[in-house]
């Protein structure tokens, strides 16, 4: 019995920063965020928003548009790394908002947590329900798994380019419209790292873009590799003389950071996956020089990372294989369309990599392309740090999702900030609950929290606004 995603909804708020206004403001060149980064406009959340009310907001627009009560619905996980408590589950908040609509006790009969792990954390909450529901726990329910975030970095840090917000929640359920997962073949891998992190109370994370980086691409080939493994054990794909894997993988949507890391992930895939294979006769030729070699054939990330030589030789022929026709090929057949929506709404942390797969679905549907039994290849990420890879194939009635999408439809008009107005919602200054800058219509908003010297110390409501 087929298992996976039957539907998905995104919430994105309604207020941006536009990347030319973000450049001019740091003194960078535009040209550096539109192409070296991928971003031209960056979602950020009102004073009245959290990730619960994006969550819930995102959880409401695919009950809405499936007809769906809360009955059912047998539980709802909430991946986030934007926690809004040390002991209360973000959907718990969410629950309790929809209750408003659906109401009081209406959720009562389900279950569900708050998963977290980095980015990666949605990709184990869309693996355990799937798996209990394929274990027949799930009494004829659908699951829920909502990923919601809000990216915030430091103002005047090199990662204040990679901020973004939103929320996508997606429908689990037996016979999926959309994309049934493949089985046996999910792959991670976890190791203890500090790659990218944000100790209690800190609002900001302490991250080490490069050294993040560097870490995603190796732990996301390691899963592939155990995912490819189990591929071909199980006979799921089976390879002929001279092919890669990914020559059997349609669409590739991984974590997105930024739009250039999608990029950045397939030409580190496609390298290890070709390199032993004839077609890459064609590829050094038409890069001109050999593939380098790090000096410690372990290739941990220290012995990389120490190796300067190294690095600098293999950016170099990164850049020139980034430009080779074969490489061209498959990101524009495989990649490319995954990554319109993050340059328009920016990192959305766990988010990232199914706004990704939405964006791919919607534009390869609009480009013509047919996506009856295309294979999906998801490479999650998530800093601390764990990989999970797996994939799932679209099903015949994907056009009764596909062919409705319209990502700046379901975005909704939306206000471009000044620097000034953005500055003062990041910094948190100039604006109450109640003195937001966009005025929300039929959607959740965040109308109080506790003081801290109350007896309701942190205690959060949210209201519908009609
Ligand atoms: N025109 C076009 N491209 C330009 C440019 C210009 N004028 N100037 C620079 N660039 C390119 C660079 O060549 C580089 O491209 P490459 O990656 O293909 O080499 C890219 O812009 C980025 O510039 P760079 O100076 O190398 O990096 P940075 O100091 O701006 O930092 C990040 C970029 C992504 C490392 C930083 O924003 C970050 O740490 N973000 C957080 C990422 C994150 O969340 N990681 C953890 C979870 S996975």
Same mark, same amino acid.
């Given at each position: ?53 994006? +969550? ?53 009969? +389900? ?345 309701? +110390? ?9």
């Amino acid at each position: 019995m087929p298992v996976g995603i039957d539907d998905l909804a995104i919430y994105v708020p309604k207020l941006y920063v536009d990347c030319n206004d973000f450049a001019k403001a740091r003194g960078i060149d535009p040209h550096k965020l539109e192409y070296g980064i991928g971003i031209r406009k960056m979602a950020i959340v009102d004073v009245n928003q959290d990730p619960a009310c994006m +969550a819930a907001n995102a959880c409401l627009k695919l009950m809405e548009k499936n007809g769906l009560q809360p009955q059912d619905i047998g539980r709802m996980y909430v991946a986030t790394e934007s926690g809004l408590d040390e002991s209360k589950a973000m959907n718990s908040f969410v629950i309790g908002m929809l209750e408003q609509v659906y109401g009081e006790g209406s959720f009562e009969h +389900a279950g569900g947590i708050e998963c977290k792990f980095a980015c990666v954390s949605g990709s184990y909450a869309l693996y355990d329900n799937a798996n209990w529901i394929r274990a027949e726990e799930n009494n004829g329910k659908a699951a829920v798994v909502i990923v919601s975030d809000i990216a915030k970095y430091d103002i005047g840090s090199t990662a204040e380019y990679t901020q973004g917000a939103g929320a996508v929640a997606m429908l689990i359920k037996e016979n999926p419209r959309l994309l049934a997962f493949d089985q046996k073949v999910t792959s991670t891998i976890i190791t203890n790292e500090y790659d990218f992190y944000r100790p209690f109370g800190k609002e900001t994370p302490l991250v080490n873009g490069n050294y993040s980086n560097l870490l995603y691409l190796i732990q996301v080939r390691k899963a592939f590799d155990s995912y490819k493994e189990k591929a071909l054990r199980y006979g799921l794909i089976d390879l002929k003389d001279g092919e890669s894997i990914t020559d059997h993988i349609d669409l590739i949507s991984v974590h997105l950071p930024y739009g250039r890391m999608g990029e950045k992930a397939l030409a580190y895939l496609l390298r290890h996956e070709w390199r032993n294979l004839p077609r890459w006769k064609e590829v050094i030729r038409e890069v001109g020089i050999e593939e380098p070699t790090p000096r410690d054939p372990r290739g941990t990330i220290e012995s990389i990372l120490a190796d300067t030589e190294f690095m600098k030789a293999d950016e170099k022929f990164r850049k020139l294989f980034m430009q080779t026709a074969l490489y061209h090929e498959a990101f524009e057949k495989k990649m490319a369309s995954s990554l319109k929506a993050s340059e328009l709404i920016g990192n959305l942390y766990t988010a990232s990599m199914y706004m990704g797969f939405r964006s791919s679905l919607e534009f390869e549907y609009k480009r013509g392309t047919d996506l009856n039994g295309k294979r999906v290849g998801f490479g999650s990420y998530g800093s601390g740090s764990s990989a999970m890879v797996f994939s799932g194939v679209i099903q015949p009635s994907y056009k009764e999702i596909v062919s409705a999408m319209n990502l700046e439809e379901e975005i909704g008009t939306r206000m471009k900030v000044s620097m000034d107005e953005y500055e003062g919602l990041h910094r948190g200054i100039g604006r109450g609950l109640f003195d937001s800058i966009n005025h929300s219509n039929k959607e959740f908003v965040l109308i109080k929290i506790g003081g801290k010297l109350t007896k309701k +110390a942190g205690l959060r409501e949210y209201v519908y606004t009609t």
